[in-house]
């Protein structure tokens, strides 16, 4: 596995994805602890890390962490802030 890196994306695209992802039953939430926490560790995500680096980017909003696994370019996880309209992919290229 490659070094995981974290790019920016563009928040208003990740919120459509993830509304089509969410229509098809391709979207991970947190909240969904078993189907997150498969997720996590088939990808080897580190969670808390992306979970920081959020803290950190976002200024005003709660940290919110999802995947998408549709078999489509936006498969992945992300951490956004709908107040702040702000949002990351966790990349890893290996």
């Known amino acids: 596995m490659g070094q995981p890196r974290i790019v920016d994306v563009d ?29 996590i560790a088939e990808n ?5 890390s992306l979970e920081a680096f959020g803290k950190v980017k ?11 696994s549709s078999g489509s370019s936006w498969d992945g996880c992300y951490a956004y802030s709908t107040d702040d309209e702000v949002a990351l992919k966790y990349v890893c290229e290996g």
């Open 44 to 48: 080897e995500i580190r969670e808390a």
């Open 11 to 39: 928040y208003y695209v990740l919120i459509e994805e993830m509304k089509r992802a969410s229509d098809t039953r391709c979207l991970i939430e947190k909240k969904d602890k078993e189907r997150w926490k498969n997720y």
């Open 58 to 68: 976002f200024s005003q909003g709660k940290v919110k962490l999802v995947a998408i």
